[in-house]
Protein backbone atom coordinates (compact mmCIF):
# COMPACT_ATOMS: atom_id res chain seq x y z
CA UNK A 1 0.00 0.00 0.00
CA UNK A 2 1.92 3.11 -1.19
CA UNK A 3 2.45 5.93 -3.19
CA UNK A 4 5.49 6.64 -5.41
CA UNK A 5 6.93 9.70 -6.64
CA UNK A 6 9.77 10.06 -9.01
CA UNK A 7 11.31 13.60 -9.79
CA UNK A 8 13.66 14.44 -12.00
CA UNK A 9 15.16 11.19 -11.74
CA UNK A 10 17.70 10.47 -14.21
CA UNK A 11 20.26 7.51 -14.48
CA UNK A 12 24.07 8.04 -15.82
CA UNK A 13 26.58 5.47 -16.48
CA UNK A 14 30.35 6.11 -16.10
CA UNK A 15 29.33 9.75 -15.62
CA UNK A 16 28.59 10.66 -19.50
CA UNK A 17 26.13 7.52 -20.70
CA UNK A 18 23.02 9.09 -19.98
CA UNK A 19 20.43 6.64 -20.84
CA UNK A 20 17.77 8.06 -18.47
CA UNK A 21 16.11 11.49 -17.38
CA UNK A 22 13.89 13.71 -16.10
CA UNK A 23 11.44 11.43 -15.04
CA UNK A 24 8.51 12.90 -13.20
CA UNK A 25 6.01 10.34 -12.41
CA UNK A 26 3.56 10.28 -9.25
CA UNK A 27 2.14 6.84 -8.88
CA UNK A 28 -1.12 6.79 -6.51
CA UNK A 29 -1.64 4.07 -4.14
CA UNK A 30 -3.49 0.65 -5.88
CA UNK A 31 -2.51 1.64 -9.80
CA UNK A 32 -1.19 -0.93 -12.06
CA UNK A 33 1.20 0.85 -13.70
CA UNK A 34 2.49 -0.29 -17.31
CA UNK A 35 6.34 1.12 -18.70
CA UNK A 36 6.07 0.60 -22.41
CA UNK A 37 8.50 1.67 -25.23
CA UNK A 38 11.41 0.28 -27.54
CA UNK A 39 13.89 -2.25 -26.66
CA UNK A 40 16.79 0.07 -25.11
CA UNK A 41 14.57 3.17 -23.89
CA UNK A 42 15.38 1.97 -20.02
CA UNK A 43 11.98 0.82 -18.95
CA UNK A 44 13.70 -2.48 -17.53
CA UNK A 45 16.48 0.14 -15.90
CA UNK A 46 14.02 2.69 -14.28
CA UNK A 47 12.21 -0.32 -12.58
CA UNK A 48 15.29 -1.56 -11.16
CA UNK A 49 15.63 1.75 -9.85
CA UNK A 50 12.30 1.81 -7.94
CA UNK A 51 13.71 -1.68 -6.96
CA UNK A 52 16.83 -0.27 -5.66
CA UNK A 53 18.76 -2.82 -8.12
CA UNK A 54 20.32 0.31 -9.77
CA UNK A 55 21.72 3.61 -8.38
CA UNK A 56 19.89 6.41 -8.72
CA UNK A 57 22.33 9.05 -10.05
CA UNK A 58 19.61 12.02 -10.17
CA UNK A 59 16.64 13.13 -8.92
CA UNK A 60 14.43 11.85 -6.22
CA UNK A 61 12.70 8.52 -5.49
CA UNK A 62 10.06 8.95 -2.96
CA UNK A 63 7.90 6.55 -1.02
CA UNK A 64 4.98 7.16 0.89
CA UNK A 65 6.63 10.30 1.22
CA UNK A 66 10.02 9.22 2.65
CA UNK A 67 12.92 9.61 0.32
CA UNK A 68 14.39 6.22 -0.72
CA UNK A 69 17.34 6.69 -2.62
CA UNK A 70 19.84 5.26 -0.42
CA UNK A 71 17.55 2.74 1.37
CA UNK A 72 18.52 -0.86 0.59
CA UNK A 73 16.35 -3.16 -1.82
CA UNK A 74 15.05 -5.39 1.16
CA UNK A 75 14.21 -2.23 2.94
CA UNK A 76 11.53 -0.70 0.81
CA UNK A 77 8.98 -2.78 0.88
CA UNK A 78 8.93 -4.16 -1.98
CA UNK A 79 8.89 -7.28 -4.40
CA UNK A 80 9.94 -8.09 -7.38
CA UNK A 81 8.94 -11.00 -10.30
CA UNK A 82 11.28 -11.35 -12.88
CA UNK A 83 11.29 -12.27 -16.76
CA UNK A 84 12.75 -15.66 -15.40
CA UNK A 85 11.21 -17.56 -12.78
CA UNK A 86 14.39 -18.05 -10.91
CA UNK A 87 13.27 -20.81 -8.66
CA UNK A 88 14.74 -22.78 -6.31
CA UNK A 89 14.69 -26.54 -8.14
CA UNK A 90 15.39 -28.54 -5.06
CA UNK A 91 12.34 -26.86 -3.34
CA UNK A 92 8.77 -27.73 -3.35
CA UNK A 93 6.74 -25.02 -4.26
CA UNK A 94 5.35 -24.44 -0.49
CA UNK A 95 9.14 -24.45 0.17
CA UNK A 96 10.01 -21.42 -2.82
CA UNK A 97 7.01 -19.47 -1.35
CA UNK A 98 7.80 -19.82 2.38
CA UNK A 99 12.24 -19.51 1.67
CA UNK A 100 11.90 -15.33 2.45
CA UNK A 101 9.61 -15.48 5.38
CA UNK A 102 11.86 -18.52 6.71
CA UNK A 103 14.85 -16.18 6.22
CA UNK A 104 12.72 -13.48 8.18
CA UNK A 105 12.07 -15.80 11.06
CA UNK A 106 8.51 -15.28 11.06
CA UNK A 107 6.40 -17.64 12.91
CA UNK A 108 5.72 -21.02 11.16
CA UNK A 109 1.70 -20.72 11.65
CA UNK A 110 1.98 -17.16 10.20
CA UNK A 111 4.31 -18.70 7.20
CA UNK A 112 2.10 -21.60 6.60
CA UNK A 113 -0.99 -19.21 6.27
CA UNK A 114 0.73 -16.48 4.08
CA UNK A 115 1.62 -19.77 1.99
CA UNK A 116 -1.69 -21.05 2.21
CA UNK A 117 -3.59 -17.49 1.66
CA UNK A 118 -0.81 -16.96 -1.73
CA UNK A 119 -1.55 -20.27 -3.14
CA UNK A 120 -5.09 -20.19 -2.81
CA UNK A 121 -5.25 -16.81 -4.45
CA UNK A 122 -2.93 -17.71 -7.28
CA UNK A 123 -4.64 -21.44 -7.75
CA UNK A 124 -1.81 -23.19 -7.01
CA UNK A 125 -3.07 -25.73 -3.64
CA UNK A 126 -2.63 -29.11 -5.91
CA UNK A 127 0.87 -28.28 -6.47
CA UNK A 128 2.43 -26.90 -3.57
CA UNK A 129 4.16 -30.26 -3.00
CA UNK A 130 5.64 -30.35 -6.62
CA UNK A 131 8.94 -29.66 -7.22
CA UNK A 132 9.31 -26.73 -10.36
CA UNK A 133 10.29 -29.03 -13.08
CA UNK A 134 6.88 -30.47 -12.11
CA UNK A 135 4.92 -27.22 -13.19
CA UNK A 136 3.99 -25.59 -16.94
CA UNK A 137 5.98 -22.59 -17.60
CA UNK A 138 2.77 -21.13 -16.28
CA UNK A 139 2.36 -22.46 -12.73
CA UNK A 140 6.12 -21.99 -12.69
CA UNK A 141 5.10 -17.79 -13.04
CA UNK A 142 2.97 -18.01 -10.51
CA UNK A 143 5.07 -19.63 -7.66
CA UNK A 144 7.18 -16.22 -8.33
CA UNK A 145 4.52 -14.13 -7.59
CA UNK A 146 3.11 -15.98 -4.94
CA UNK A 147 6.61 -16.10 -3.43
CA UNK A 148 6.29 -12.36 -3.20
CA UNK A 149 2.65 -12.02 -2.01
CA UNK A 150 3.29 -13.52 0.70
CA UNK A 151 5.76 -10.95 1.83
CA UNK A 152 2.88 -8.70 1.99
CA UNK A 153 5.04 -6.04 -0.21
CA UNK A 154 3.82 -2.47 -0.56
CA UNK A 155 5.00 -2.14 -3.96
CA UNK A 156 5.23 -5.55 -6.90
CA UNK A 157 6.88 -5.04 -9.49
CA UNK A 158 6.94 -7.13 -12.37
CA UNK A 159 9.50 -7.18 -15.09
CA UNK A 160 8.51 -8.51 -18.41
CA UNK A 161 6.82 -11.79 -16.52
CA UNK A 162 5.26 -13.53 -19.34
CA UNK A 163 7.84 -13.37 -22.38
CA UNK A 164 8.90 -16.56 -21.86
CA UNK A 165 5.98 -17.98 -22.08
CA UNK A 166 4.12 -19.40 -25.42
CA UNK A 167 0.84 -17.61 -26.77
CA UNK A 168 -1.50 -19.46 -24.86
CA UNK A 169 0.03 -19.10 -21.42
CA UNK A 170 0.52 -16.08 -21.87
CA UNK A 171 -3.39 -15.18 -22.13
CA UNK A 172 -3.96 -17.43 -19.46
CA UNK A 173 -1.36 -15.58 -17.26
CA UNK A 174 -2.16 -12.49 -17.60
CA UNK A 175 -5.99 -12.62 -17.15
CA UNK A 176 -4.54 -14.05 -13.82
CA UNK A 177 -2.77 -11.57 -12.92
CA UNK A 178 -5.81 -9.00 -13.78
CA UNK A 179 -7.49 -10.85 -11.33
CA UNK A 180 -4.96 -10.83 -8.94
CA UNK A 181 -5.21 -7.05 -9.09
CA UNK A 182 -9.09 -6.81 -8.65
CA UNK A 183 -8.47 -9.35 -5.38
CA UNK A 184 -5.53 -7.18 -4.07
CA UNK A 185 -6.94 -3.32 -4.90
CA UNK A 186 -4.94 -1.45 -2.64
CA UNK A 187 -1.88 -3.29 -3.37
CA UNK A 188 0.70 -0.47 -5.89
CA UNK A 189 2.07 -3.21 -9.02
CA UNK A 190 4.59 -1.46 -11.91
CA UNK A 191 4.87 -3.95 -14.69
CA UNK A 192 7.34 -3.30 -17.81
CA UNK A 193 6.17 -5.04 -20.74
CA UNK A 194 6.78 -4.76 -24.68
CA UNK A 195 3.64 -6.37 -25.54
CA UNK A 196 0.60 -3.39 -26.08
CA UNK A 197 -1.97 -6.58 -25.59
CA UNK A 198 -0.63 -6.64 -21.63
CA UNK A 199 -0.24 -3.03 -21.53
CA UNK A 200 -4.03 -2.23 -22.68
CA UNK A 201 -5.25 -4.77 -20.48
CA UNK A 202 -3.72 -4.28 -17.09
CA UNK A 203 -2.87 -0.99 -17.00
CA UNK A 204 -4.82 1.68 -14.70
CA UNK A 205 -2.21 3.85 -16.77
CA UNK A 206 0.57 3.53 -19.68
CA UNK A 207 3.61 5.53 -19.61
CA UNK A 208 5.03 5.42 -22.69
CA UNK A 209 9.25 5.75 -22.58
CA UNK A 210 11.05 7.37 -25.34
CA UNK A 211 14.48 9.32 -25.87
CA UNK A 212 15.21 9.13 -22.52
CA UNK A 213 12.32 10.87 -20.48
CA UNK A 214 8.35 10.40 -20.87
CA UNK A 215 6.82 10.88 -23.80
CA UNK A 216 3.42 10.37 -22.66
CA UNK A 217 1.83 9.14 -19.68
CA UNK A 218 -2.43 8.14 -19.50
CA UNK A 219 -4.75 5.59 -19.25
CA UNK A 220 -5.01 3.15 -21.94
CA UNK A 221 -7.84 4.55 -24.56
CA UNK A 222 -6.36 8.12 -24.00
CA UNK A 223 -3.29 7.55 -25.40
CA UNK A 224 -4.76 5.21 -28.10
CA UNK A 225 -7.60 8.18 -29.34
CA UNK A 226 -5.16 10.80 -28.09
CA UNK A 227 -1.80 10.68 -28.59
CA UNK A 228 0.20 13.94 -28.23
CA UNK A 229 2.97 13.00 -30.64
CA UNK A 230 3.35 11.01 -33.97
CA UNK A 231 5.54 8.62 -31.99
CA UNK A 232 3.10 7.66 -29.56
CA UNK A 233 0.81 6.94 -32.08
CA UNK A 234 2.68 4.92 -34.02
CA UNK A 235 3.89 3.00 -31.15
CA UNK A 236 0.53 2.41 -29.45
CA UNK A 237 -1.76 0.08 -31.84
CA UNK A 238 -1.34 -2.84 -33.86
CA UNK A 239 -0.92 -2.36 -37.15
CA UNK A 240 0.59 1.37 -36.20
CA UNK A 241 -1.32 4.28 -37.59
CA UNK A 242 -0.85 5.20 -40.97
CA UNK A 243 0.80 8.81 -41.21
CA UNK A 244 -0.22 10.86 -44.70
CA UNK A 245 1.33 14.13 -45.70
CA UNK A 246 -0.53 16.99 -46.67
CA UNK A 247 -1.38 20.84 -45.88
CA UNK A 248 -4.02 22.27 -44.59
CA UNK A 249 -6.69 24.13 -46.79
CA UNK A 250 -9.67 25.02 -44.77
CA UNK A 251 -9.97 25.87 -40.98
CA UNK A 252 -11.94 26.21 -38.17
CA UNK A 253 -14.17 23.68 -35.86
CA UNK A 254 -13.43 21.13 -38.60
CA UNK A 255 -10.01 21.21 -40.50
CA UNK A 256 -9.42 20.27 -44.67
CA UNK A 257 -6.20 18.79 -45.54
CA UNK A 258 -5.76 18.40 -49.02
CA UNK A 259 -3.20 15.29 -49.00
CA UNK A 260 0.02 14.57 -51.16
CA UNK A 261 -1.81 11.33 -52.43
CA UNK A 262 -4.35 13.66 -53.97
CA UNK A 263 -6.44 12.87 -51.53
CA UNK A 264 -8.56 14.97 -48.81
CA UNK A 265 -9.20 14.68 -45.24
CA UNK A 266 -11.38 16.21 -42.93
CA UNK A 267 -10.83 15.90 -39.11
CA UNK A 268 -12.44 17.17 -36.13
CA UNK A 269 -9.54 18.45 -34.35
CA UNK A 270 -9.98 22.56 -34.58
CA UNK A 271 -7.18 25.43 -35.80
CA UNK A 272 -7.12 28.69 -37.27
CA UNK A 273 -6.65 30.93 -40.20
CA UNK A 274 -3.13 30.87 -39.04
CA UNK A 275 -2.63 27.39 -39.69
CA UNK A 276 -3.67 27.98 -43.35
CA UNK A 277 -1.13 25.86 -45.39
CA UNK A 278 0.43 24.41 -42.32
CA UNK A 279 2.15 21.21 -43.24
CA UNK A 280 1.10 18.45 -41.34
CA UNK A 281 0.70 14.42 -41.15
CA UNK A 282 -2.98 12.90 -41.04
CA UNK A 283 -2.74 9.95 -38.68
CA UNK A 284 -5.65 7.29 -39.49
CA UNK A 285 -5.63 3.53 -37.73
CA UNK A 286 -5.97 1.06 -39.57
CA UNK A 287 -9.25 -0.13 -38.23
CA UNK A 288 -10.68 3.37 -39.14
CA UNK A 289 -10.78 3.12 -42.66
CA UNK A 290 -13.60 2.24 -44.69
CA UNK A 291 -13.69 2.25 -48.31
CA UNK A 292 -15.23 5.03 -50.65
CA UNK A 293 -15.87 6.41 -53.55
CA UNK A 294 -12.07 7.74 -54.91
CA UNK A 295 -13.43 11.60 -54.95
CA UNK A 296 -14.29 11.38 -51.09
CA UNK A 297 -11.29 9.88 -50.30
CA UNK A 298 -8.44 10.35 -48.32
CA UNK A 299 -6.20 7.71 -49.84
CA UNK A 300 -6.77 5.81 -52.98
CA UNK A 301 -4.19 2.82 -53.81
CA UNK A 302 -3.69 -1.00 -55.09
CA UNK A 303 -3.62 -3.34 -52.57
CA UNK A 304 -0.30 -5.02 -52.81
CA UNK A 305 -0.86 -7.83 -50.19
CA UNK A 306 -3.69 -9.17 -47.78
CA UNK A 307 -3.82 -10.92 -44.18
CA UNK A 308 -7.21 -12.60 -44.58
CA UNK A 309 -7.55 -13.31 -40.27
CA UNK A 310 -11.03 -13.91 -40.43
CA UNK A 311 -12.65 -11.52 -37.76
CA UNK A 312 -10.36 -9.08 -40.26
CA UNK A 313 -8.63 -8.49 -43.64
CA UNK A 314 -5.41 -6.16 -43.61
CA UNK A 315 -4.64 -4.69 -46.68
CA UNK A 316 -0.89 -3.70 -47.53
CA UNK A 317 -0.60 -0.95 -49.90
CA UNK A 318 2.39 -0.11 -52.05
CA UNK A 319 4.64 2.77 -51.19
CA UNK A 320 3.74 5.91 -53.03
CA UNK A 321 6.40 8.61 -53.69
CA UNK A 322 7.33 10.45 -50.46
CA UNK A 323 4.32 8.21 -48.43
CA UNK A 324 4.95 5.59 -46.11
CA UNK A 325 3.74 2.03 -46.32
CA UNK A 326 -0.78 2.38 -45.73
CA UNK A 327 -2.30 -0.58 -43.89
CA UNK A 328 -6.06 -0.78 -43.78
CA UNK A 329 -8.22 -3.12 -41.76
CA UNK A 330 -11.48 -4.42 -42.66
CA UNK A 331 -14.23 -6.50 -41.07
CA UNK A 332 -14.96 -9.68 -42.48
CA UNK A 333 -13.08 -11.61 -45.09
CA UNK A 334 -12.18 -10.12 -48.34
CA UNK A 335 -10.75 -12.36 -50.69
CA UNK A 336 -10.34 -10.53 -54.06
CA UNK A 337 -8.97 -7.42 -52.54
CA UNK A 338 -5.19 -7.88 -53.75
CA UNK A 339 -4.19 -6.77 -56.96
CA UNK A 340 -7.73 -4.09 -56.82
CA UNK A 341 -7.60 -0.23 -56.77
CA UNK A 342 -9.24 0.65 -53.65
CA UNK A 343 -10.22 4.20 -52.01
CA UNK A 344 -10.50 4.37 -48.22
CA UNK A 345 -11.60 7.21 -46.15
CA UNK A 346 -12.18 7.99 -42.20
CA UNK A 347 -14.24 10.08 -40.15
CA UNK A 348 -13.72 13.21 -38.79
CA UNK A 349 -13.21 12.27 -35.28
CA UNK A 350 -11.22 9.53 -36.52
CA UNK A 351 -8.62 11.57 -38.14
CA UNK A 352 -5.96 12.64 -36.14
CA UNK A 353 -3.38 16.26 -37.14
CA UNK A 354 0.56 16.09 -36.39
CA UNK A 355 2.74 19.13 -37.14
CA UNK A 356 6.42 18.81 -36.51
CA UNK A 357 5.29 15.37 -34.53
CA UNK A 358 3.30 16.85 -32.27
CA UNK A 359 -0.18 16.72 -32.39
CA UNK A 360 -2.35 19.78 -33.19
CA UNK A 361 -4.26 18.78 -29.95
CA UNK A 362 -1.99 19.46 -27.26
CA UNK A 363 -0.68 22.76 -28.40
Given at each position: ??N???????????G?V?????????I??????V?????????????????GL????G??L?????????????????A????S?????H??V??????????????????EA???R????????????????????????RV??G???V?E?K????DE??S?L?????V?????I??????M???T??????D?????T????I???A??????V??P????E??KS??V???I???A?????G??????????V?L?????AV???????????????????????V????G??????????????????L????K?A?????I??????H?D??G????L???????H??HE????L?R
Amino acid sequence: MANLKLTDVEKTYGGTVNVLKDINLDIRQGELIVFVGPSGCGKSTLLRMIAGLEKITGGRLEIDGQVVNDVPPAQRGIAMVFQSYALYPHMTVRENMAFALKLAKKPAAEIEASVARAAKMLQLEPYLDRLPKALSGGQRQRVAIGRSIVREPKVFLFDEPLSNLDAALRVATRIEIAQLKEQMPDRTMIYVTHDQVEAMTLASRIVVLADKGIAQVGAPLELYEKPKSEFVARFIGSPAMNLLPGKVTATGAQTTVALEGGGTAVSDYPTTDADSGLAVNVGIRPEDFVTAEPGQAAFTGTVAFTEALGEVTLLYFGKAAGQEAVIGKLPGIHRDMRGRQVSLRAAPGKVHLFHEGRSLLYR
